[in-house]
């Protein structure tokens, strides 16, 4: 498609596409369901190997892949339920369906989808991203395949990935979808990493150590991908968020408080890291990878509070906190907040669990964090 044609279209049918995607209740709980979803993609030729192959092959296998997912059940609607419907009110307005089936085929599909869409809009928008950052995201994909094959780490060198010049005008609607997207699957695959860190840490033998410190690393590559996608996700104008992209986050569009928080994807998360707080002494005996961990996970929070600056939350009230009447409050200073306590999930011997800045304190009964 030709710029003259894209830039002409309207911001919504540039981003018409929908992600299928699994319910985070059902992720793979046991690694050999996704080594037969990815012994059967490579088997295809439709793995991580897609998102090197020319821009034309690449549309293609978007349009296999996604024929794969439209044959999973969409999950129907919640009808009642704040925080249910706080959920579906998330995934409709960043283009989610949620199905369920075979957990490994729709997690790993879903993954590639989400790459491949990325991809196509960095080629015709291009990116700010840092050479360094870009490997950090390009890389998760061959490291999902690599961790449920087990197969030796891939080679991974950036030079594989150049950064794309971009050809046509950055459409932030779209971007901040896409970007969305792209981080709601990579949310589940840190999600994924973190619930098998847990399982090699209790396995408790000789064996186990070194599936410790593999899924320690794991953690660790796909949190800093999850920041490139951060990044990546904010990379057009604050002129821009405050004219086409913030007024769709409000009402009539969506119910007043809009939020991150309502995604069932980060709720997911910060459960799999509450749980694992209870093995992170054994992780910690480990020094160094462990350090590397908590500075991972710190990028990002810092890319998070990047966005949440970027777009006028060191002066202003979030979405949220505007809904709740706390209108002198600043949006970064809760994303602050609740970065140190999620940091706290992954250093025992620190904070409560259940402290949280007072902005996002609510009962689980309304079902808001």
Not at 22 to 38: F, G, I, K, M, Q
Not at 52 to 62: F, I
Not at 237 to 256: A, G, W
Request: charged share 25%; hydrophobic share 35%; net charge negative.
């Amino acid at each position: 498609m030709s710029c003259e044609k894209w830039n002409t279209m309207p911001d919504e049918q540039k981003a018409d596409s929908f992600l299928r995607l699994l319910d985070p209740n059902h992720l793979p709980v046991e690694r050999e369901s996704l080594a037969r979803a990815a012994i059967r993609l490579v088997g295809d030729h439709r793995d991580d190997q897609v998102l090197r192959v020319t821009e034309p092959e690449r549309h293609r296998a978007r349009r296999v892949l996604t024929d794969e997912l439209l044959g999973h059940e969409p999950i129907p609607p919640a009808r009642s339920g704040r925080r249910a419907l706080d959920q579906d009110e998330h995934d409709r307005h960043f283009g989610v369906v949620r199905v369920h089936g075979d957990s490994g085929a729709i997690f790993l599909t879903s993954l590639l989808v989400s790459y491949l869409d990325m991809l196509d809009d960095v080629e015709r928008g291009g990116t700010t991203l840092g050479q360094a950052q870009w490997t950090d995201l390009l890389r998760v994909p061959t490291l999902v395949f690599d961790f449920a094959l087990r197969r030796q780490a891939s080679a991974f060198p950036g030079s594989d990935f150049p950064i794309p010049a971009g050809r046509c005008e950055l459409l932030p609607h779209r971007r901040w979808h896409v970007g969305h997207r792209l981080f709601f699957t990579l949310i589940q695959t840190t999600t994924q990493a973190v619930t098998s860190l847990s399982q090699a840490v209790r396995a408790g033998d000789e064996a186990a150590e070194a599936d410790v410190r593999g899924c320690v690393d794991f953690v660790r590559l796909t949190t800093l991908g999850s920041t490139a996608a951060l990044r990546l996700t904010a990379d057009f104008s604050p002129v821009d968020y405050e004219q086409r992209v913030r007024p769709t986050m409000l009402p009539p569009h969506v119910r007043p408080g809009f939020s991150g928080l309502q995604t069932r994807d980060h709720r997911h998360l910060l459960n799999a890291m509450r749980k694992l707080r209870e093995d992170m002494a054994t992780v910690a005996e480990l020094g160094e990878p462990h350090a590397e961990l908590i500075a991972a996970i710190r990028s990002l929070h810092d890319a998070h509070a990047y966005v949440c600056t970027r777009f006028g939350g060191d002066t202003a009230p979030s979405l949220r906190m505007a809904a709740l009447g706390q209108q002198d409050g600043k949006g970064v200073e809760v994303v602050r907040g609740l970065a140190r306590h999620r940091e706290s999930l992954l250093e025992p011997s620190r904070a409560n669990a259940h402290d949280q800045p007072r902005a996002y304190q609510r009962s689980d009964e309304d079902g808001h964090e």
